[in-house]
């Protein structure tokens, strides 16, 4: 008997993003890989951001929950808030303003079935103007592999991570208010090991 794939936990946070945020939950629904749950945050938004994901969660009630936080608790908290309810072996964030590449999910989670040694998949992107044509590819360093002094660390988003690796670690530092930077990333990557994938996974 096959084994079941894993479930995923993606979580979109947004504030004041609306006029992106159906176009970043569309692309979760038309991934290849389908054992997925998708969480998405309110911020506080003040335009149509709480009406786009009530009108997905009513269309797949089963597989999308929606979470509005009257005020901003900022990306840390929400990241640990997620951590601590996610159901899913795996955790991924798709910021409100980006949209996966349709393939995303099954890439990483197939890459990190099959590598004992690595807890966390990452990859390029690529840079779209406001009505979405490419204008460039992002790459990241290869941790461990590449020269880091002057690096910014591999994208946050978009970025795949054993969940009870994640818990173990602490989560999230809610000492800064900022996006995922080296501490998370070195905290983790001692201990469980990355995969660079030479792919752009998202927009």
Not at 20 to 46: C, P
Not at 178 to 189: F, P, T
């Amino acid at each position: 008997m096959m084994k079941s794939p894993p479930l995923v936990t993606i979580y979109i946070p947004s504030k004041n993003y609306g006029k992106f945020l159906e176009k970043a939950i569309q692309s979760v629904i038309s991934q290849i890989y389908t054992n997925w749950e998708l969480i998405i945050i309110d911020e506080g938004s003040s335009d149509n951001t709480k009406s786009i994901a009530k009108n997905f969660v009513k269309k797949y009630p089963s597989k999308i929950q929606f979470i509005r936080n009257n005020k901003p608790i900022g990306l840390q908290k929400i990241a640990n808030n997620v951590l601590d309810n996610a159901n899913g072996k795996y955790m991924i964030r798709l910021d409100a303003d980006d949209w996966l590449n349709e393939i995303a999910l099954f890439i990483m989670v197939e890459k990190l079935e099959n590598n004992s040694k690595a807890g966390i998949a990452y990859g390029n992107y690529f840079y779209t103007d406001i009505s979405g044509k490419i204008i460039g590819v992002e790459t990241r360093p290869k941790l461990g592999d590449e020269y880091m002094i002057g690096q910014i660390p591999p994208h946050g988003a978009c970025t795949m991570f054993e969940t009870e690796s994640l818990r173990i670690a602490g989560g999230y530092s809610e000492r800064v208010d900022a996006q995922d930077g080296w501490d998370l990333w070195y905290k983790l990557y001692k201990k469980i090991g990355a995969i660079s994938l030479d792919i752009p996974l998202f927009y």
